[in-house]
């Protein structure tokens, strides 16, 4: 007999995942060979022992029941399936109802964070008190405005700001008097410390960890598949290299994600059109634009292709192709921006970039200055080289038909999660 835990966590899996748009309820959606739910109840198994209730939407708790056994392993019996309501706040009720009489500190986690840590669920248990909350947060990156309709009213300071995850950790008693008082207030809350601090009580954070990011949308998806597919080579590699099969010379080491990583990327414009070039986020009156789906700066899109390289995150195609009309026509800023922001949000930063182009024009040195802060603000202030050269004729550069970019480009991880 396991001992009964005093502490409990409620994986909230009732989400019918309308942005996701997968043709399932998103925890029951697949990331690679197991589902969205599989992995999260991964991660919790893998923490120290709870009562485990899972909250499925209606019809589907024959499928949380199976994807809880396979994961729980030797400790099914500490795990439950309940079925969820109308709204989160709902189904947070009902996990809450399934609690059993020892439990004192309560987590609830969305199951849309599939890829939380055991030590981040770990961290969050243990701050715990008998009279405050507890949310696990990530720093805001972003640069933020305040709005009214299309026009920018001033800037927000992030640094009074934070991203909220889950699992949130909260006094069992103090919990369910928070959840009483919302019902009968009628109030809908967005998240369960929302509620928690309507009722009076305090929530502190502590530091969250960036492989709980929430999976909303295909992007995310698929940068859950990417994360998953790099653990899955780390993985391959150790159990290689411990084999009795291993050679005399032993393959290269696996870097850790803390290493600098490189990445290569090159575009190839004619000239073509109608207005004037853009050229290394700078406009170039009086010279033939570039042709191409946006602005047909080879620059730039070379600069996109080498850190998405680098993080291994794609290429440029895949995240600004024809299939995304909204880029159509848009200049370097918009490119180099959002790409900085996929980087961030996959835990990437960016060293440094080298770019070199091939054509007879522009006449470049001028403005390499200029162009070199251009490119750099909208990498965040990363340094950005560009140097030009011409071939003395040959090729279709040298006969002046379009313009070829190589660019090299440097990112680190940022966070580097402990192995569990």
């Known amino acids: ?30 990331i690679d060979t197991h589902s969205i739910l599989r992995h999260a109840l991964d991660g919790v198994f893998a923490a120290a022992p709870a ?16 994807e809880l056994r396979a994961a729980a392993g030797e400790r099914a019996e500490l795990g439950r399936v309940v079925t969820g309501g109308d709204t989160r706040q709902k189904s947070v009720a009902a ?3 399934a609690l059993w009489g020892d439990v004192r500190t309560v987590l609830v986690h ?5 890829l939380t840590t055991p030590a981040a669920i770990d961290a969050v248990a243990a701050a715990v008190d008998d009279v405050s909350g507890v949310i696990p947060t990530l720093p805001v990156i972003d640069t933020l405005k305040k709005v009214d309709g299309d026009d920018i009213v001033g800037p927000i300071d992030r640094s009074e700001l934070a991203a909220a995850m889950t699992p949130q950790g909260f006094p069992r008693d103090l919990l369910e008097e928070a959840y009483a008082a919302a019902l009968a207030s009628g109030i809908e809350y967005t998240d369960d410390a929302a509620l928690f601090a309507a009722a009076g009580h305090p929530v502190r954070r502590i530091d ?51 290493m600098p990583r490189v990445g290569l990327g090159t575009d190839v414009h004619a000239f073509g059109g109608e207005g004037n070039l853009w050229l290394a986020g700078l406009e170039w009156p009086g010279e033939q634009p570039l042709s191409g789906h946006s602005d047909g700066d080879a620059v730039a899109h070379a600069i996109v292709d080498a850190l998405l390289g680098a993080a291994g995150l794609g290429d440029i195609g895949e995240h600004f192709g024809t299939a995304h009309p909204e880029y159509a026509g848009a200049h ?12 961030a949000e996959a835990g990437f930063a960016i060293g440094n970039v080298s770019v070199q182009f091939q054509g007879n024009r522009p006449r470049f040195s001028p403005r390499r200055a200029e162009a070199q802060q251009v490119l750099s603000a909208a990498l965040g202030g990363a340094p950005v080289s560009v ?11 040298g006969r002046g038909e379009g313009i070829a970019v190589t660019a090299v480009a440097l990112v680190v991880q940022t966070s580097v999660e402990e192995s569990s």
């Open 1 to 30: 007999m396991l001992p009964v835990p005093n502490t409990a966590i409620i994986v909230v899996a009732a989400g019918s995942g309308t942005r996701l748009d997968a043709g399932a309820p998103k925890a029951f959606v697949g």
């Open 51 to 66: 009562q485990v209730i899972v909250v499925a939407p209606e019809g589907f708790e024959g499928d949380a029941e199976a």
């Open 95 to 97: 996990g809450l109802d």
């Open 110 to 114: 969305d199951a849309a964070r599939a």
């Open 208 to 258: 969250g960890s960036p492989r709980g990011f929430k999976i909303t949308t295909p992007a995310d998806l698929e940068r859950a598949r990417h994360l998953l597919t790099t653990d899955s080579g780390a993985s391959a590699h150790a159990a290689h290299a411990g084999s009795d099969l291993t050679p005399q010379i032993p393959p290269a080491p696996l870097l850790s994600p803390s």
């Open 332 to 343: 370097a800023e918009v490119f180099l921006d959002r790409t900085r922001e996929i980087l």
């Open 387 to 397: 140097t030009a050269t011409t071939t003395d004729g040959l090729g279709f550069a």
